[in-house]
Protein backbone atom coordinates (compact mmCIF):
# COMPACT_ATOMS: atom_id res chain seq x y z
CA UNK A 1 0.00 0.00 0.00
CA UNK A 2 1.74 3.60 -0.95
CA UNK A 3 2.48 5.48 2.09
CA UNK A 4 4.16 8.97 2.82
CA UNK A 5 7.71 8.54 3.83
CA UNK A 6 9.69 10.83 5.91
CA UNK A 7 13.82 11.29 6.84
CA UNK A 8 15.36 11.51 8.75
CA UNK A 9 13.17 9.91 11.57
CA UNK A 10 15.29 11.54 14.48
CA UNK A 11 17.55 15.09 13.87
CA UNK A 12 19.96 16.48 16.90
CA UNK A 13 20.89 20.35 15.99
CA UNK A 14 22.46 23.82 17.39
CA UNK A 15 20.21 26.50 17.69
CA UNK A 16 21.03 28.70 14.95
CA UNK A 17 21.46 25.95 11.79
CA UNK A 18 19.64 25.00 8.68
CA UNK A 19 17.24 22.23 8.94
CA UNK A 20 15.81 20.71 6.06
CA UNK A 21 12.65 18.09 6.44
CA UNK A 22 11.54 15.82 3.58
CA UNK A 23 8.92 13.98 2.74
CA UNK A 24 7.72 11.23 -0.29
CA UNK A 25 4.19 12.00 -0.34
CA UNK A 26 1.97 9.26 -2.44
CA UNK A 27 2.63 9.45 -5.83
CA UNK A 28 -0.74 10.91 -7.33
CA UNK A 29 -1.79 13.02 -4.82
CA UNK A 30 -1.65 17.01 -4.92
CA UNK A 31 -2.07 18.42 -2.06
CA UNK A 32 0.73 18.60 0.79
CA UNK A 33 1.06 19.83 4.22
CA UNK A 34 3.15 19.74 6.93
CA UNK A 35 2.12 20.08 10.68
CA UNK A 36 4.56 20.05 13.84
CA UNK A 37 3.40 18.33 17.10
CA UNK A 38 5.80 19.82 20.70
CA UNK A 39 5.86 17.58 22.59
CA UNK A 40 2.24 16.90 24.83
CA UNK A 41 0.53 19.42 22.72
CA UNK A 42 -1.59 19.44 19.63
CA UNK A 43 -0.88 18.71 16.18
CA UNK A 44 -0.37 22.24 14.45
CA UNK A 45 -1.18 22.91 10.91
CA UNK A 46 1.97 24.51 9.18
CA UNK A 47 1.41 24.90 5.58
CA UNK A 48 -0.02 23.74 2.95
CA UNK A 49 1.31 23.16 -0.53
CA UNK A 50 -0.53 23.33 -4.10
CA UNK A 51 0.20 23.28 -7.96
CA UNK A 52 4.09 24.82 -6.70
CA UNK A 53 2.96 26.80 -4.27
CA UNK A 54 1.88 27.73 -0.30
CA UNK A 55 -2.17 27.60 -0.36
CA UNK A 56 -2.50 28.12 2.83
CA UNK A 57 0.23 28.67 6.07
CA UNK A 58 -0.45 29.11 9.69
CA UNK A 59 0.90 31.73 11.96
CA UNK A 60 3.43 29.63 13.46
CA UNK A 61 4.95 29.88 9.34
CA UNK A 62 7.08 32.61 9.17
CA UNK A 63 10.02 33.78 7.45
CA UNK A 64 12.14 31.24 9.28
CA UNK A 65 10.59 28.50 7.37
CA UNK A 66 10.22 27.51 3.61
CA UNK A 67 8.81 24.48 1.44
CA UNK A 68 9.64 23.42 -1.82
CA UNK A 69 8.87 20.41 -4.03
CA UNK A 70 12.44 20.46 -6.07
CA UNK A 71 11.76 17.46 -8.38
CA UNK A 72 7.97 16.50 -8.60
CA UNK A 73 8.66 13.70 -5.77
CA UNK A 74 10.02 15.33 -2.89
CA UNK A 75 8.43 17.65 -0.56
CA UNK A 76 10.77 19.84 2.16
CA UNK A 77 10.15 21.89 4.96
CA UNK A 78 13.63 23.94 5.67
CA UNK A 79 13.67 25.97 8.58
CA UNK A 80 16.58 28.75 8.39
CA UNK A 81 17.51 29.65 11.49
CA UNK A 82 16.58 26.75 13.74
CA UNK A 83 15.78 27.99 17.60
CA UNK A 84 14.78 25.87 20.48
CA UNK A 85 11.40 26.51 20.24
CA UNK A 86 11.02 24.70 17.07
CA UNK A 87 11.80 20.78 18.78
CA UNK A 88 9.54 18.82 17.76
CA UNK A 89 7.78 16.18 15.88
CA UNK A 90 7.08 17.57 12.69
CA UNK A 91 4.39 15.52 10.12
CA UNK A 92 4.38 15.64 6.52
CA UNK A 93 0.68 14.71 4.84
CA UNK A 94 -0.58 14.72 1.77
CA UNK A 95 -3.87 14.10 0.01
CA UNK A 96 -5.27 13.15 -3.06
CA UNK A 97 -7.68 15.96 -4.58
CA UNK A 98 -10.01 13.92 -7.22
CA UNK A 99 -11.80 12.13 -4.34
CA UNK A 100 -12.29 14.92 -2.38
CA UNK A 101 -13.05 13.02 0.86
CA UNK A 102 -10.96 15.14 3.19
CA UNK A 103 -8.31 12.38 3.63
CA UNK A 104 -5.12 12.83 4.57
CA UNK A 105 -2.54 10.58 4.46
CA UNK A 106 0.47 11.23 7.04
CA UNK A 107 4.28 9.96 7.60
CA UNK A 108 5.83 8.50 10.98
CA UNK A 109 7.15 12.03 11.50
CA UNK A 110 10.66 13.96 11.92
CA UNK A 111 11.73 14.27 15.67
CA UNK A 112 13.81 17.84 15.39
CA UNK A 113 15.72 18.11 18.53
CA UNK A 114 17.50 21.88 19.13
CA UNK A 115 19.74 22.20 21.51
CA UNK B 1 -11.63 30.33 14.22
CA UNK B 2 -12.29 26.35 14.60
CA UNK B 3 -11.14 24.95 17.61
CA UNK B 4 -11.64 20.62 18.44
CA UNK B 5 -11.37 19.66 22.65
CA UNK B 6 -10.69 16.27 23.38
CA UNK B 7 -11.58 16.50 27.52
CA UNK B 8 -10.14 12.86 28.09
CA UNK B 9 -5.82 12.83 28.18
CA UNK B 10 -5.90 9.53 29.08
CA UNK B 11 -8.60 6.84 29.21
CA UNK B 12 -7.96 2.76 29.30
CA UNK B 13 -10.16 -0.27 28.32
CA UNK B 14 -9.94 -3.25 29.64
CA UNK B 15 -9.84 -5.80 26.25
CA UNK B 16 -12.91 -6.86 25.01
CA UNK B 17 -14.92 -4.11 26.20
CA UNK B 18 -16.47 -1.31 25.02
CA UNK B 19 -14.70 2.50 25.15
CA UNK B 20 -16.19 6.35 24.36
CA UNK B 21 -13.44 8.72 23.48
CA UNK B 22 -15.23 12.71 23.71
CA UNK B 23 -14.88 15.23 21.16
CA UNK B 24 -16.40 18.61 20.95
CA UNK B 25 -15.59 21.19 18.54
CA UNK B 26 -16.67 24.71 17.85
CA UNK B 27 -16.84 26.03 14.37
CA UNK B 28 -19.66 28.65 12.40
CA UNK B 29 -19.21 26.87 8.96
CA UNK B 30 -22.17 24.46 7.79
CA UNK B 31 -20.26 22.11 5.89
CA UNK B 32 -16.90 20.45 7.17
CA UNK B 33 -15.59 17.16 7.57
CA UNK B 34 -14.90 15.12 11.11
CA UNK B 35 -12.19 12.60 11.41
CA UNK B 36 -10.85 10.21 13.97
CA UNK B 37 -7.63 9.75 13.58
CA UNK B 38 -5.09 6.79 15.40
CA UNK B 39 -1.42 7.51 15.85
CA UNK B 40 -0.02 3.88 17.78
CA UNK B 41 3.62 4.07 19.08
CA UNK B 42 6.06 5.19 16.77
CA UNK B 43 3.65 5.11 13.70
CA UNK B 44 2.31 7.49 11.73
CA UNK B 45 -1.70 8.72 12.19
CA UNK B 46 -4.14 6.53 10.17
CA UNK B 47 -7.76 7.55 9.43
CA UNK B 48 -10.39 5.01 11.47
CA UNK B 49 -13.36 6.89 11.04
CA UNK B 50 -14.82 9.98 8.59
CA UNK B 51 -17.99 11.88 8.98
CA UNK B 52 -19.35 14.39 6.31
CA UNK B 53 -21.60 17.37 8.22
CA UNK B 54 -24.04 17.15 6.27
CA UNK B 55 -24.98 13.22 6.92
CA UNK B 56 -27.29 12.67 9.78
CA UNK B 57 -26.42 9.23 9.60
CA UNK B 58 -23.52 8.16 12.39
CA UNK B 59 -20.13 6.96 10.69
CA UNK B 60 -19.40 2.95 11.26
CA UNK B 61 -15.96 1.23 10.41
CA UNK B 62 -16.37 -2.40 11.81
CA UNK B 63 -15.94 -2.33 15.51
CA UNK B 64 -15.33 1.49 15.00
CA UNK B 65 -18.78 3.84 15.22
CA UNK B 66 -19.18 8.00 16.17
CA UNK B 67 -22.05 9.73 17.84
CA UNK B 68 -22.69 12.83 15.76
CA UNK B 69 -24.61 15.39 17.35
CA UNK B 70 -24.16 18.36 15.25
CA UNK B 71 -26.43 21.30 16.63
CA UNK B 72 -24.34 20.12 20.25
CA UNK B 73 -21.11 20.21 17.98
CA UNK B 74 -19.99 16.97 19.24
CA UNK B 75 -18.10 14.19 17.85
CA UNK B 76 -17.57 11.24 20.06
CA UNK B 77 -15.79 7.54 19.18
CA UNK B 78 -16.68 4.38 20.61
CA UNK B 79 -14.60 1.53 20.12
CA UNK B 80 -16.81 -2.02 20.23
CA UNK B 81 -14.65 -5.29 21.40
CA UNK B 82 -11.44 -3.04 21.98
CA UNK B 83 -8.29 -5.20 21.13
CA UNK B 84 -4.44 -4.82 22.35
CA UNK B 85 -3.53 -3.45 18.77
CA UNK B 86 -5.69 -0.86 19.23
CA UNK B 87 -3.89 1.12 21.80
CA UNK B 88 -2.62 4.19 20.48
CA UNK B 89 -2.82 7.98 20.68
CA UNK B 90 -6.39 9.24 19.17
CA UNK B 91 -7.01 12.33 17.50
CA UNK B 92 -10.02 14.25 16.82
CA UNK B 93 -9.88 16.56 13.80
CA UNK B 94 -12.20 19.12 11.90
CA UNK B 95 -11.84 20.00 8.24
CA UNK B 96 -13.56 22.81 6.51
CA UNK B 97 -15.16 21.00 3.40
CA UNK B 98 -13.98 23.65 0.14
CA UNK B 99 -15.49 22.39 -3.20
CA UNK B 100 -13.12 20.80 -5.73
CA UNK B 101 -10.06 20.79 -3.22
CA UNK B 102 -8.66 19.83 0.70
CA UNK B 103 -8.80 21.89 3.30
CA UNK B 104 -6.40 21.27 6.16
CA UNK B 105 -6.69 19.66 9.55
CA UNK B 106 -7.59 21.38 12.95
CA UNK B 107 -6.66 18.65 15.76
CA UNK B 108 -7.66 18.06 19.30
CA UNK B 109 -4.94 17.47 21.88
CA UNK B 110 -6.04 13.83 21.73
CA UNK B 111 -6.47 10.94 23.83
CA UNK B 112 -4.02 8.22 24.92
CA UNK B 113 -6.00 4.75 24.94
CA UNK B 114 -4.54 2.03 26.62
CA UNK B 115 -6.53 -1.52 26.11
CA UNK B 116 -5.53 -4.17 29.08
CA UNK B 117 -5.55 -7.77 29.04
Known amino acids: EPEVTQTPSHQVTQMGQEVILRCVPI?????FYWYRQILGQKVEFLVS????????KSEIFDDQFSVERPDGSNFTLKIRSTKLEDSAMYFC?????????????FGEGSRLTVL | AQTVTQSQPEMSVQEAETVTLSCTYD???????LFWYKQPPSRQMILVIRQEAYKQQNATENRFSVNFQKAAKSFSLKISDSQLGDTAMYFC??????????????FGKGTKLSVKP
Open chain 1, 27 to 31: SNHLY
Open chain 1, 93 to 105: ASGERATNTGELF
Open chain 2, 93 to 106: AFMKRRSGSQGNLI
Open chain 2, 27 to 33: TSENNYY
Open chain 1, 49 to 56: FYNNEISE
